[in-house]
């Protein structure tokens, strides 16, 4: 059961002030959450406003955290963040705009997790805190008047450790530190009514945990499991679309679009887990294939608007 309320209004002409609480009665972990939220925007003229926003956010376990690897769900809690971000937004001119966000979380009763192909298993409860660090810079307009167009780039550092320790924080599996975005979009002078665009995304890879094979001493057989201290970084991940569009307009109230695309242009390898094989009987180590995410492809889109 969930209820909220939220209150907007004025400290004086150029302060905005947006504040609200919100609470939340789940009955499988037996909790009362209380979530107060602030937002002020301060207008310093036509062309700068920045903002302060802060709040208390839970997330109650989900279907993934109440069938992983946990002894007993029951005893499961909600995971916590305390957000804290500035925010300027620039008006650099009629049509380009700079937004800038610096941020902060904090995380409270994390519950560890792995992931096995796309399936995140959750193991141990919660048991970990952390933090979230980071900004954010994009860079808006339009080339071609009507369509817009973006740059962004986005800077994280989110790290994690066993609750009430004092042991050195580690990376999360989430932390992807440098990430770049690319998206433009055109029309041919001569004829509006063909578009291209193009996107691009470049970033520093995601992490993901190592098998290792560990000795069964009841049954002197080696098995396979997860190393949940050691994560390791996917190589850098690339990709690049392209594609052109025409717009046909059959009648008044109908028209039609054709669309021809060049998926992932530069055939980049990028890596979506790996398969781990015991290559022999007698080895103790793993062999860690790569699983390719989708290569080089072309795409071919009709549709009919009326």
Same mark, same amino acid.
């Given at each position: 059961m969930a209820l909220f309320v939220e209150d907007s209004f004025s400290l004086s002409p150029n302060i905005k002030t947006d504040l609200g609480i919100r609470f939340l009665k789940n009955y499988f972990t037996n909790e009362n959450l209380l979530s107060p939220r602030l937002n002020i925007l301060f207008i310093l003229n036509e062309k700068n406003v920045f903002n302060f926003r802060t709040g208390v956010y839970y997330q109650p376990p989900f279907f993934t955290e109440l069938t992983g690897l946990i002894d007993d769900p029951y005893k499961l809690k909600s995971q916590r963040a305390i957000h804290f971000s500035i925010g300027w937004k620039n008006q650099l001119k009629e049509k380009v705009t700079m937004n800038w966000e610096v941020f902060y979380k904090k995380l409270d009763y994390l519950i560890p997790f792995y992931y096995e192909d796309l399936k995140m298993i959750s193991v141990k409860g919660n048991v970990n805190e952390g933090y979230s660090f980071g900004f954010d810079v994009m860079f808006q307009g339009e080339i071609s008047n009507g369509i817009e167009s973006w740059l962004g780039y986005s800077y994280l550092d989110s790290k994690e450790r066993e609750m009430n320790s004092n042991e050195p924080y580690r990376r999360r599996l989430l932390d992807q530190t440098h990430t770049f975005q690319i998206f433009l979009q055109d029309h041919f002078r001569k004829y509006p009514n063909w578009q291209s665009h193009l996107r691009l995304l470049a970033g520093s890879g995601f992490l993901y945990n190592i098998r290792k094979l560990v000795k069964n001493e009841q049954t002197n057989t080696y098995e396979t499991v997860v190393d949940l201290d050691n994560p390791q970084v996917y190589t850098l991940y690339l990709r690049a679309d392209m594609g052109l569009s025409a717009t046909f307009d059959v009648s008044e109230k109908s028209r039609l679009v054709f669309t021809t695309e060049v998926l992932n242009v530069f055939n980049?390898? #990028? $890596?979506?887990?790996?398969?781990? /094989? &015991? +290559?022999? #009987? #007698?080895?103790?180590?793993? *062999? #860690? /294939?790569?699983?390719?995410?989708? *290569? &080089?492809?072309?795409?071919? *889109? +009709?549709? $009919?608007?009326?």
């Amino acid at each position: 059961m969930a209820l909220f309320v939220e209150d907007s209004f004025s400290l004086s002409p150029n302060i905005k002030t947006d504040l609200g609480i919100r609470f939340l009665k789940n009955y499988f972990t037996n909790e009362n959450l209380l979530s107060p939220r602030l937002n002020i925007l301060f207008i310093l003229n036509e062309k700068n406003v920045f903002n302060f926003r802060t709040g208390v956010y839970y997330q109650p376990p989900f279907f993934t955290e109440l069938t992983g690897l946990i002894d007993d769900p029951y005893k499961l809690k909600s995971q916590r963040a305390i957000h804290f971000s500035i925010g300027w937004k620039n008006q650099l001119k009629e049509k380009v705009t700079m937004n800038w966000e610096v941020f902060y979380k904090k995380l409270d009763y994390l519950i560890p997790f792995y992931y096995e192909d796309l399936k995140m298993i959750s193991v141990k409860g919660n048991v970990n805190e952390g933090y979230s660090f980071g900004f954010d810079v994009m860079f808006q307009g339009e080339i071609s008047n009507g369509i817009e167009s973006w740059l962004g780039y986005s800077y994280l550092d989110s790290k994690e450790r066993e609750m009430n320790s004092n042991e050195p924080y580690r990376r999360r599996l989430l932390d992807q530190t440098h990430t770049f975005q690319i998206f433009l979009q055109d029309h041919f002078r001569k004829y509006p009514n063909w578009q291209s665009h193009l996107r691009l995304l470049a970033g520093s890879g995601f992490l993901y945990n190592i098998r290792k094979l560990v000795k069964n001493e009841q049954t002197n057989t080696y098995e396979t499991v997860v190393d949940l201290d050691n994560p390791q970084v996917y190589t850098l991940y690339l990709r690049a679309d392209m594609g052109l569009s025409a717009t046909f307009d059959v009648s008044e109230k109908s028209r039609l679009v054709f669309t021809t695309e060049v998926l992932n242009v530069f055939n980049q390898y #990028n $890596y979506g887990g790996y398969d781990w /094989i &015991r +290559v022999f #009987n #007698n080895s103790q180590g793993l *062999k #860690n /294939i790569p699983k390719i995410l989708s *290569k &080089r492809f072309f795409n071919l *889109k +009709v549709e $009919y608007y009326f």
